[in-house]
Nanobody, 122 residues
Framework: QARLVESGGGLVQAGGSLTLSCAASRRVFIDYAMGWFRQAPGKEREFLAAIIWSSGGTNYADSVKGRFAISRDNAKNTVYLRMDSLKPEDTAVYYC???????????????WGQGTQVTVSS
């Protein structure tokens, strides 16, 4: 049974940091890469970052480059998103998903988690 479970969301003050985790089952782990997206209320889903399981190669959205860092632990089938210098505009539901490349196109992502809420207070 394919499943992705995000965790680590919560309330954080502006300027603070938060690390999200995405635990993947064996079924979804065999995909080539994983990505992180977010969706704020009333806005479209936004690509943040992606990583290749085997090589660790990454792709970042310009909007988060330098603040967010994606990483993975292959032994734990887990992908992380470290978020620094958080802003109120970062408030959103954050999702992880599986894909076959470092694409930014959400249509190319196959399996999605349920999401975890991140709220940044000012």
């Amino acid at each position: 049974q394919a499943r992705l479970v995000e965790s680590g969301g919560g309330l954080v003050q502006a300027g603070g940091s938060l690390t999200l985790s995405c635990a993947a089952s064996r079924r979804v782990f065999i995909d080539y890469a994983m990505g992180w997206f977010r969706q704020a209320p009333g806005k479209e889903r936004e690509f943040l970052a992606a990583i290749i399981w085997s090589s660790g190669g990454t792709n970042y959205a310009d909007s988060v480059k330098g603040r967010f860092a994606i990483s993975r632990d292959n032994a734990k089938n887990t992908v992380y998103l470290r978020m620094d210098s958080l802003k109120p505009e970062d408030t959103a539901v954050y999702y992880c998903a599986t894909t076959s490349s470092l694409t930014t196109d959400e249509r190319r992502y196959k399996y999605w988690g349920q999401g975890t809420q991140v709220t940044v207070s000012s």
